[in-house]
T-cell receptor, first 112, second 114 residues
């Protein structure tokens, strides 16, 4: 089976930097995705890492270490609108290859 | 057009009703998904259609019946639901491979079963 672990809650202040970690256990690995979901909204794709290293997209960056089965999402210059749930996700590697497995989600609260 | 649309936005139904949820995308995506999401939980996969054929059914009760009339449309037919089926139902699509790391989600239908 496959499992992902991420913190349930993170709190930070506006303008700060926050890192949301995700560790995974998989029998095969294709890459790690991150999704953002505002309360009452739809999940929105943020980033994908297939190889080790840091991928930067504006204020958001995502990192992957395949050897450590670990990744993180880094949010810089936090804004109030970044308050949301963040999910890491991996693709199922078994015969259910059409399935994306989500972590339990991290609720980020940005305070003024 | 990078949008997945879903109707209705909200639905209240009794346990004896029959209703349908609709999803549409015009991005030419070949895989479409139904997810169920409870509050403070991740999306939970229900069904996957790949090239208009059902490729995954996550042991969903038969009171949920998916249908893919064409490559742009996905329906979820509901019958004799239970109160515990109340949730946000999300439709998603991806360009080619089912299980793609980049899925586009619709805004969801918030379903309440009374």
């Amino acid at each position: 089976g496959q499992s992902l672990e991420q913190p349930s809650e993170v709190t930070a202040v506006e303008g700060a930097i926050v890192q949301i970690n995700c560790t995974y256990q998989t029998s095969g690995f294709y890459g790690l995705s991150w999704y953002q979901q505002h309360d009452g909204g739809a999940p929105t794709f943020l980033s994908y890492n297939a190889l080790d290293g840091l991928e930067e997209t504006g204020r958001f960056s995502s990192f992957l270490s395949r050897s450590d089965s670990y990744g993180y999402l880094l949010l810089q210059e936090l804004q109030m609108k970044d308050s949301a749930s963040y999910f890491c996700a991996v693709r199922d590697s078994g015969n259910q290859g059409g399935k994306l497995i989500f972590g339990q989600g991290t609720e980020l609260s940005v305070k003024p | 057009d990078t949008e997945v649309t879903q109707t209705p936005k909200h639905l209240v139904m009794g346990m004896t009703n029959k209703k349908s949820l609709k999803c549409e995308q015009h991005m030419g995506h070949r895989a479409m998904y139904w997810y169920k999401q409870k509050a403070k939980k991740p999306p939970e996969l229900m069904f996957v259609y790949s090239y208009e054929k059902l490729s995954i059914n996550e042991s969903v009760p038969s009171r949920f019946s998916p249908e893919c009339p064409n490559s742009s449309l996905l329906n979820l037919h509901l019958h004799a639901l239970q109160p515990e089926d109340s949730a946000l139902y999300l439709c998603a699509s991806s360009q080619e491979a089912a299980g793609s790391y980049e899925q586009y989600f619709g805004p969801g239908t918030r379903l309440t079963v009374t």
